[in-house]
Nanobody, 116 residues
Framework: QVQLVESGGGLVQAGGSLRLSCAASGSTASINAMGWYRQAPGKQRELVATISSGGRTNYVDSVKGRFTISRDNAKNTVYLQMSLLKPEDTAVYYC??????????WGQGTQVTVSS
């Protein structure tokens, strides 16, 4: 089992920045890819960014050039640096980990609110 704990959400003005962190514990050696998803009110959860065990990254088009995902394997932590935030980035952000056995794990979510 893997446990994920997010931190770093909050309220920020449009154009501002936030950094989200997600610390993994438990069977961390089983983790392959990690990533961030988000869910805005009334919308489906969507992929924001992923990073493989080897560091390969992938982003949804709407955040390219503004968000950066990174990973510290020694600390079992994944980060999401968010810059040039827009009101449409407002959502609950969820950390995700995928094991080599394709089992998916989720954090509890952290709220990000961007005011205009």
């Amino acid at each position: 089992q893997v446990q994920l704990v997010e931190s770093g959400g909050g309220l920020v003005q449009a154009g501002g920045s936030l950094r989200l962190s997600c610390a993994a514990s438990g069977s961390t050696a089983s983790i392959n890819a990690m990533g961030w998803y988000r869910q805005a009110p009334g919308k489906q959860r969507e992929l924001v960014a992923t990073i493989s065990s080897g560091g390969r990254t992938n982003y949804v088009d709407s955040v390219k050039g503004r968000f950066t995902i990174s990973r510290d394997n020694a600390k079992n932590t994944v980060y999401l640096q968010m810059s040039l935030l827009k009101p449409e980035d407002t959502a609950v952000y969820y950390c995700n980990a995928v094991g080599y056995d394709r089992v998916m794990y989720w954090g509890q979510g952290t709220q990000v609110t961007v005011s205009s």
